[in-house]
Every structure is written in structure tokens, then in C-alpha cells.
């Protein structure tokens, strides 16, 4: 399974919180909106939900299934393959699908996987499988079965922008399933839920998925107006974005190469879908012909060349994979959505002539990362397109869309008269989750050896279902009510089970009930690990067996003059230096110095930005964001800069706040206990050194974090 980023875990853990929240409600179909971009991760991110949500001590003992509805046969086919391969085959969720119709109803914790399209409209396959089924394995008694069960059911609709609203989405959902709650899982939802609506909302930034490292920092375009300023003119339009797409290639292969990455960029090739060979039109040629006899010039070979169209497929095995010998794919449609290549990071579109609309989803398709993280060379963590579509044909549609994954369409270049200097920038990424690690088991135990005293506690307990009368649970479960409709009496002890389930949410609540940010920890991921030390500490301190530990454990705990609550927010304070240690060695892994060029070749920027007229930038034209925080500050240091009156100042540049690409030193801040990382503003090159400056005013001037950012600048 793999590792989810920090990021992540903060989703599943906000998920997990809404569906709570939601689920006490006597609602049904209950809108909860996951918002996250493409190349988030967001199957992932719901395959983990899934997995915790039916294990997380605060839902344990509800009876509910699963409906994972998708609006194409290939991305519901590859949502249940990478739910199997990310749970490794083996998981307390069964994954199904219209193949196990014969089980005749859902049972609890099974996960189906339907195409909207095999049950939509009045077709004589969808009506098979809704109702005209002789022997009743249809999709509607597989539901209807599910609820006579008593089993509550959950929908999941994967890209839910597509189609969700339609009449079937009315039918199926809330005429049929009538699910408790809804997830619509999408990077542009078309609802987004208000304060007064009863629903539920988690997003992720985009600033947050890139920082981790699964996406590139940004997608370069180079329109059909920025062509015509190149020095390829001589070359035929068609030729020229192949050409630039095939030297890019060139350039990231060799990269690659120079750091030891196993990794052959794959260059995209999106034909139009009005690609025909006609008289009228390139005298009877298509783009497909163009682009085969382009690379077949170049000396492209054969097995070099995939092509994915609906009647012609050829070299797609193995295509996904980072050292796949094919380095280009020709397509029209079929890779548009859904499809994940991270070593995909050249893309081409040609502009369609009867329907010219950009299609903004395409551009998904490179935008992951091979291996998950970001490389020493900035070049690597952007992507490029090449298109003859026009300027405002591209900003008209981003505008259209909720999409954060703006194009970064405006050019800046580094004057010719400029010469480039070397400085050693700083590369990490985040490495801490909030956790108790597996260490924490050591520290617990010097804390409750020095701390607790066994005679304060009752070794022989009787733990009675009267116990939990009175215990605070009621945010997490209805345990209590559900412990006395089982058939449970006041007076009767509590079975193993019912044990083990107050105890986890016991462990959960005791970690989340903790209010000195010090003895803080994620519970999500740090229950099972208090569990694990308080059990294996008494366990060898008493040779008391598993069951007896439990009961000792959890007649203490509910016990409001409880001898072991105290103990644990000591250990878990005496664990916070350690941990942090911990994750700074990990962090120190991930870290790297590399030297940059400044000013860079090239920049580009979204159409958030406005081109600002100066004379001693050092890239023009110079691009300032549009209403940023601080411009005041900064726009006065820049007519400070220009002055006449600054006859030294040969050429001064704008240091970005973020990336790869841009100048970075690490600092510690050790309020946070943390290192991490601090974008100078300004370098400024006069007629004998280089200044490295940061701009402050105002209250940002005098805090303690701009202070130590301060002293590691000047060091």
C-alpha cells in the first residue's frame, strides 16, 4: 500500500469528520462535496476514507454498503483496479460489480462499481439490467434486497461534474438507492454547498497537492501568438509545435539522464476530432499523416509510437510505465480523462476547425509526477503544451471552469545584456503527519514507570454495561443505545467485542481531548498506537492476559478519577521532543542543496498577473500578481529600485514565493519546533555585489517568524 502524503491524511481525516457529522442526522441523501485537483489523488484519497471509515472506532457497528457510480466503462474499471492494487488485493472492503449480481444483495462493507451509462436510459441492455432480467439479477433487486437487509447504503459518484444532475442521477439515487449520504468526489464541482444548506464540504488546494510533490508547479503554454515570435518561421504551423514538442523531449531525456532517473518523458499528441482527409482540406492529408511522417523523419522508430484511437490501437501495453520504450502517443479523445501517466510531460493540440474549444481536461494528462515527488532540476517539475489554439481561446474556457490549474500563458525572458549568477537553493519536502510513532511505546513506558502507581488502580474490574451510563460518547457513536438494543442489560458484563470497541474510542478520545498544542497529536493516526503501548505495558507489567489488560484499561478510563488519563498526556508531552526529532531526520532525507541560475532563462505566468513597466528588471516584460497582499510594500521598493538616484543598481529580480524554480534558504523556527523554508524577495545585482533582500512593513516586520528568517539570511 502506498504511503499517502501529509496532505492526504488531512483529507481523510476532514472526510471522515464531515461523514460523522452527517451521518447522525436524520437526513437521507445527504450531500458531502470532496473538491480536489487533478493529480490530487482523489480515488486514493476516497479508497483510504473507505478503508478507516468502517475500521474508525467512532462508526464501528454500522451496517452500510457502498455504490461507486462512474460515467465510463474504462474509469470505473480503473477506480476498482486501483482500489485492489492500493489495498494489495486484501482489505475489509469486497469490492464488486455487475459480475456479482448473483449475490443477490450488498452486504456490509462491499464496495459495487457501476457505469451510469449501463443502467441509464431506455436501451434494451439497460432495461436487462434495471428490470427485464428473468432470472432477478437485476441492478435495482440487488438494491432493493440491500435495503430489506436493513443495510444503510453510501453513493459515491466519481467526477460527479459530468453527469450527476441529470434525471437519471433523480431515478437511480434518490427513486432507488436512497442512500444516507452522497459523496461527489470532483476537481470542478458544480455544487458547492452554502452555510445554510445541510451538507458536507472538504477541499484541497492545489497549492497543497503541488507542494507534496504529485503535480507539476506549473503547465507552460506556448499559444499560436507566441509561435509566430520563434525562430522557427520558416517551418509549416503543424511542424512547428512537433518541433518544439520533439527538442523539449530532447532536453527532458537528458535531464533525466543527468540525475540517474529511469524515467522516458512521453510527448502527447492530441489530434482534432475533425481530422479528415478531404480535397478541400491539407489536400487530402490528416494530422495523423503529418505527425507520422514528421517522426518518421526525425527517425522515430515504430515501436517509438503508440497510437489510442477507437479503431486503431497499436503499442499501449505497458504505456503508464516510466521506462516504457514509447516516448509518443497519438490520441483524440481517449486520453482526456481519467488516464494517469506521470511520465507523460510534453503536450500537443492541434485547434480544432469546425468546433474550436479547448479542452481544458486534456491538460490533466500531465500534470502527475513520476514517482510521486518533485526533482533537483526545475525544468522537470513543469509541463509543457504546444498549441495553435489562440490566446483568448484558452482563457476564455479556463474562465468558464473552477479549475485551479490555470496556464501559465505569459512569457517574461531574461535580457540579453544580463549575466546570469549561481546560488545554492534549498529543496525539502514535508514529511510530518502529526503521529505517534512506533517509538512512542519506549516512552509511555518510562512515563508510567516513574509516574504510576498500580494500587490506584482496580486490577480485577468487572466492566458492566452500567459503566458506560454515563460516559461521554455520544459525539463519536450511539454506542450505549446500540450496546442496550442489542439486548444488553445495565447489569450485565460487557462482551469482548463491545470491550474492544469502547476501548478504541476510548484511545481516540483521550488523544483528541487534548488541548496543550504539545501533547497534540492526529488521533485518526494515533489511537492504535496509544492501544498498543498502554496494552503492552500492562500486559508484561501485571502478566495479565490480553482480555484482562482491556478491562483494567477501561474501567479506568471511564472512571472520572482515572489514574491512567493523567499518565498519557505526560507521555504523549514527554513524546513531542522525540517525535519532532524524528521527523527532522526524515526531513533531512528529503532535503537537498542545488544551485540555480538567477535570473532564470524563462518564466511563465498565469493571467493573474499584470505586466508592470520598469527599465532595470532583469526579465521583461516583468509580471506582478494582480491585487496581491503587500503589493504596496513591494511596488514602492521597486520605484527604490528604479530611481535614478540608485546609479549602482544594475538589474534587480522578483524572486517568486514558492517552487523549484525560484531561490530558497531553510530556516528553523523553533516556536514550531520546525525547519522550513523562506523565499527571499529580492535579488539585486549593483556595479560590485549581489544583495540578497527581503521587504517587510508593518506587524509582519516585528513577528518572531520573520525575525528567525532574518538571522538565517544573515548567517
Given at each position: 500500500?502506498?504511503?499517502?502524503?501529509?496532505?492526504?491524511?488531512?483529507?481523510?481525516?476532514?472526510?471522515?469528520?464531515?461523514?460523522?457529522?452527517?451521518?447522525?442526522?436524520?437526513?437521507?441523501?445527504?450531500?458531502?462535496?470532496?473538491?480536489?485537483?487533478?493529480?490530487?489523488?482523489?480515488?486514493?484519497?476516497?479508497?483510504?476514507?473507505?478503508?478507516?471509515?468502517?475500521?474508525?472506532?467512532?462508526?464501528?457497528?454500522?451496517?452500510?454498503?457502498?455504490?461507486?457510480?462512474?460515467?465510463?466503462?474504462?474509469?470505473?474499471?480503473?477506480?476498482?483496479?486501483?482500489?485492489?492494487?492500493?489495498?494489495?488485493?486484501?482489505?475489509?472492503?469486497?469490492?464488486?460489480?455487475?459480475?456479482?449480481?448473483?449475490?443477490?444483495?450488498?452486504?456490509?462493507?462491499?464496495?459495487?462499481?457501476?457505469?451510469?451509462?449501463?443502467?441509464?436510459?431506455?436501451?434494451?441492455?439497460?432495461?436487462?439490467?434495471?428490470?427485464?432480467?428473468?432470472?432477478?439479477?437485476?441492478?435495482?433487486?440487488?438494491?432493493?434486497?440491500?435495503?430489506e437487509d436493513g443495510r444503510k447504503i453510501v453513493v459515491?459518484?466519481?467526477?460527479?461534474?459530468?453527469?450527476?444532475?441529470?434525471?437519471?442521477?433523480?431515478?437511480?439515487?434518490?427513486?432507488?438507492?436512497?442512500?444516507?449520504?452522497?459523496?461527489?468526489?470532483?476537481?470542478?464541482?458544480?455544487?458547492?454547498?452554502?452555510?445554510?444548506?445541510?451538507?458536507?464540504?472538504?477541499?484541497?488546494?492545489r497549492t497543497e497537492v503541488v507542494e507534496a510533490g504529485?503535480?507539476?508547479?506549473?503547465?507552460?503554454?506556448?499559444?499560436?501568438?507566441?509561435?509566430?515570435?520563434?525562430?522557427?518561421?520558416?517551418?509549416?504551423?503543424?511542424?512547428?509545435?512537433?518541433?518544439?514538442?520533439?527538442?523539449?523531449?530532447?532536453?527532458?531525456?537528458?535531464?533525466?539522464?543527468?540525475?540517474?532517473?529511469?524515467?522516458?518523458?512521453?510527448?502527447?499528441?492530441?489530434?482534432?476530432?475533425?481530422?479528415?482527409?478531404?480535397?478541400?482540406?491539407?489536400?487530402?492529408?490528416?494530422?495523423?499523416?503529418?505527425?507520422?511522417?514528421?517522426?518518421?523523419?526525425?527517425?522515430?522508430?515504430?515501436?517509438?509510437?503508440?497510437?489510442?484511437?477507437?479503431?486503431?490501437?497499436?503499442?499501449?501495453?505497458?504505456?503508464?510505465?516510466?521506462?516504457?520504450?514509447?516516448?509518443?502517443?497519438?490520441?483524440?479523445?481517449?486520453?482526456?480523462?481519467?488516464?494517469?501517466?506521470?511520465?507523460?510531460?510534453?503536450?500537443?493540440?492541434?485547434?480544432?476547425?469546425?468546433?474550436?474549444?479547448?479542452?481544458?481536461?486534456?491538460?490533466?494528462?500531465?500534470?502527475?509526477?513520476?514517482?510521486?515527488?518533485?526533482?533537483?532540476?526545475?525544468?522537470?517539475?513543469?509541463?509543457?503544451?504546444?498549441?495553435?489554439?489562440?490566446?483568448?481561446?484558452?482563457?476564455?474556457?479556463?474562465?468558464?471552469?473552477?479549475?485551479?490549474?490555470?496556464?501559465?500563458?505569459?512569457?517574461?525572458?531574461?535580457?540579453?545584456?544580463?549575466?546570469?549568477?549561481?546560488?545554492?537553493?534549498?529543496?525539502?519536502?514535508?514529511?510530518?503527519?502529526?503521529?505517534?510513532?512506533?517509538?512512542?511505546?519506549?516512552?509511555?513506558?518510562?512515563?508510567?514507570?516513574?509516574?504510576?502507581?498500580?494500587?490506584?488502580?482496580?486490577?480485577?474490574?468487572?466492566?458492566?454495561?452500567?459503566?458506560i451510563v454515563g460516559v461521554e460518547i455520544d459525539d463519536?457513536?450511539?454506542?450505549?443505545?446500540?450496546?442496550?438494543?442489542?439486548?444488553?442489560?445495565?447489569?450485565?458484563?460487557?462482551?469482548?467485542?463491545?470491550?474492544?470497541?469502547?476501548?478504541?474510542?476510548?484511545?481516540?478520545?483521550?488523544?483528541?481531548?487534548?488541548?496543550?498544542?504539545?501533547?497534540?497529536?492526529?488521533?485518526?493516526?494515533?489511537?492504535?498506537?496509544?492501544?498498543?503501548?498502554?496494552?503492552?505495558?500492562?500486559?508484561?507489567?501485571?502478566?495479565?492476559?490480553?482480555?484482562?489488560?482491556?478491562?483494567?484499561?477501561?474501567?479506568?478510563?471511564?472512571?472520572?478519577?482515572?489514574?491512567?488519563?493523567?499518565?498519557?498526556?505526560?507521555?504523549?508531552?514527554?513524546?513531542?521532543?522525540?517525535?519532532?526529532?524524528?521527523?527532522?531526520?526524515?526531513?533531512?532525507?528529503?532535503?537537498?542543496?542545488?544551485?540555480?541560475?538567477?535570473?532564470?532563462?524563462?518564466?511563465?505566468?498565469?493571467?493573474?498577473?499584470?505586466?508592470?513597466?520598469?527599465?532595470?528588471?532583469?526579465?521583461?516584460?516583468?509580471?506582478?500578481?494582480?491585487?496581491?497582499?503587500?503589493?504596496?510594500?513591494?511596488?514602492?521598493?521597486?520605484?527604490?529600485?528604479?530611481?535614478?538616484?540608485?546609479?549602482?543598481?544594475?538589474?534587480?529580480?522578483?524572486?517568486?514565493?514558492?517552487?523549484?524554480?525560484?531561490?530558497?534558504?531553510?530556516?528553523?523556527?523553533?516556536?514550531?519546533?520546525?525547519?522550513?523554508?523562506?523565499?527571499?524577495?529580492?535579488?539585486?545585482?549593483?556595479?560590485?555585489?549581489?544583495?540578497?533582500?527581503?521587504?517587510?512593513?508593518?506587524?509582519?516586520?516585528?513577528?518572531?517568524?520573520?525575525?528567525?528568517?532574518?538571522?538565517?539570511?544573515?548567517?
Amino acid at each position: 500500500m502506498l504511503a499517502l502524503k501529509p496532505f492526504q491524511e488531512v483529507a481523510v481525516s476532514k472526510l471522515k469528520n464531515e461523514f460523522l457529522s452527517l451521518w447522525k442526522l436524520p437526513n437521507q441523501n445527504i450531500p458531502l462535496v470532496f473538491k480536489s485537483p487533478t493529480g490530487s489523488g482523489k480515488t486514493i484519497i476516497v479508497a483510504q476514507f473507505l478503508r478507516d471509515i468502517v475500521s474508525d472506532p467512532r462508526f464501528d457497528g454500522n451496517d452500510v454498503a457502498f455504490v461507486w457510480f462512474s460515467f465510463s466503462e474504462d474509469s470505473y474499471e480503473q477506480s476498482k483496479k486501483k482500489l485492489f492494487e492500493y489495498y494489495g488485493g486484501a482489505s475489509e472492503l469486497d469490492l464488486l460489480d455487475l459480475n456479482d449480481l448473483s449475490r443477490g444483495k450488498l452486504n456490509k462493507n462491499n464496495v459495487f462499481f457501476i457505469n451510469w451509462q449501463k443502467i441509464k436510459g431506455k436501451s434494451k441492455d439497460s432495461r436487462k439490467l434495471r428490470r427485464e432480467n428473468e432470472q432477478g439479477l437485476t441492478f435495482d433487486n440487488l438494491i432493493n434486497e440491500t435495503h430489506e437487509d436493513g443495510r444503510k447504503i453510501v453513493v459515491i459518484i466519481d467526477e460527479e461534474h459530468i453527469g450527476s444532475d441529470t434525471e437519471l442521477a433523480l431515478e437511480v439515487v434518490d427513486g432507488l438507492i436512497k442512500p444516507k449520504i452522497t459523496l461527489r468526489v470532483s476537481a470542478t464541482p458544480k455544487y458547492i454547498p452554502t452555510r445554510a444548506d445541510t451538507a458536507g464540504f472538504v477541499e484541497v488546494k492545489r497549492t497543497e497537492v503541488v507542494e507534496a510533490g504529485l503535480i507539476k508547479e506549473k503547465i507552460i503554454f506556448q499559444t499560436e501568438e507566441d509561435l509566430g515570435q520563434k525562430t522557427l518561421k520558416k517551418l509549416d504551423q503543424d511542424d512547428m509545435l512537433l518541433e518544439l514538442a520533439y527538442n523539449k523531449r530532447k532536453e527532458l531525456v537528458a535531464l533525466y539522464k543527468e540525475i540517474g532517473a529511469e524515467v522516458n518523458p512521453l510527448v502527447l499528441i492530441q489530434l482534432p476530432n475533425d481530422d479528415q482527409a478531404t480535397t478541400e482540406t491539407n489536400n487530402g492529408t490528416t494530422k495523423q499523416s503529418i505527425v507520422l511522417e514528421y517522426l518518421k523523419h526525425k527517425g522515430v522508430k515504430e515501436a517509438e509510437i503508440a497510437v489510442w484511437l477507437s479503431k486503431e490501437k497499436e503499442n499501449l501495453e505497458d504505456l503508464e510505465k516510466n521506462n516504457s520504450l514509447v516516448s509518443f502517443l497519438l490520441f483524440k479523445q481517449a486520453a482526456a480523462t481519467g488516464w494517469d501517466c506521470p511520465r507523460a510531460s510534453v503536450l500537443v493540440m492541434y485547434r480544432e476547425i469546425k468546433n474550436p474549444t479547448f479542452a481544458i481536461q486534456t491538460v490533466g494528462r500531465i500534470l502527475r509526477m513520476p514517482f510521486g515527488s518533485h526533482f533537483a532540476h526545475p525544468e522537470l517539475n513543469l509541463g509543457y503544451l504546444y498549441t495553435n489554439y489562440k490566446r483568448n481561446e484558452v482563457l476564455a474556457e479556463y474562465a468558464k471552469s473552477n479549475s485551479e490549474n490555470r496556464p501559465a500563458i505569459n512569457g517574461s525572458y531574461r535580457k540579453k545584456n544580463v549575466e546570469p549568477i549561481k546560488l545554492e537553493s534549498v529543496f525539502m519536502t514535508r514529511a510530518d503527519y502529526n503521529d505517534l510513532g512506533d517509538s512512542f511505546q519506549e516512552t509511555f513506558k518510562k512515563v508510567a514507570d516513574k509516574e504510576l502507581n498500580l494500587k490506584s488502580i482496580d486490577l480485577r474490574p468487572k466492566v458492566m454495561n452500567s459503566l458506560i451510563v454515563g460516559v461521554e460518547i455520544d459525539d463519536y457513536d450511539n454506542f450505549t443505545k446500540e450496546l442496550f438494543e442489542d439486548g444488553g442489560s445495565h447489569d450485565q458484563e460487557m462482551s469482548r467485542h463491545d470491550l474492544e470497541r469502547l476501548y478504541n474510542l476510548l484511545c481516540f478520545k483521550i488523544i483528541a481531548k487534548q488541548i496543550d498544542e504539545n501533547r497534540k497529536f492526529a488521533p485518526e493516526r494515533s489511537w492504535g498506537k496509544l492501544k498498543t503501548a498502554l496494552n503492552i505495558w500492562l500486559m508484561k507489567k501485571l502478566e495479565a492476559s490480553r482480555i484482562d489488560a482491556y478491562k483494567i484499561i477501561v474501567s479506568d478510563l471511564v472512571s472520572s478519577a482515572s489514574a491512567l488519563a493523567p499518565v498519557i498526556g505526560d507521555a504523549l508531552l514527554a513524546y513531542r521532543p522525540i517525535r519532532e526529532q524524528e521527523v527532522n531526520k526524515k526531513a533531512a532525507r528529503t532535503k537537498r542543496v542545488e544551485h540555480i541560475e538567477i535570473p532564470r532563462d524563462a518564466l511563465f505566468f498565469t493571467d493573474q498577473y499584470e505586466s508592470l513597466s520598469v527599465k532595470k528588471s532583469a526579465m521583461e516584460p516583468f509580471w506582478i500578481e494582480k491585487g496581491m497582499f503587500g503589493a504596496v510594500n513591494e511596488k514602492s521598493f521597486i520605484d527604490f529600485l528604479e530611481s535614478p538616484k540608485n546609479k549602482d543598481v544594475v538589474w534587480w529580480y522578483k524572486n517568486g514565493d514558492s517552487g523549484s524554480e525560484y531561490f530558497s534558504i531553510s530556516y528553523r523556527n523553533p516556536d514550531d519546533n520546525r525547519e522550513k523554508l523562506f523565499y527571499p524577495d529580492w535579488i539585486v545585482q549593483t556595479k560590485d555585489t549581489v544583495y540578497i533582500l527581503d521587504t517587510k512593513a508593518g506587524i509582519t516586520a516585528e513577528s518572531n517568524d520573520t525575525r528567525y528568517k532574518a538571522e538565517a539570511l544573515q548567517a
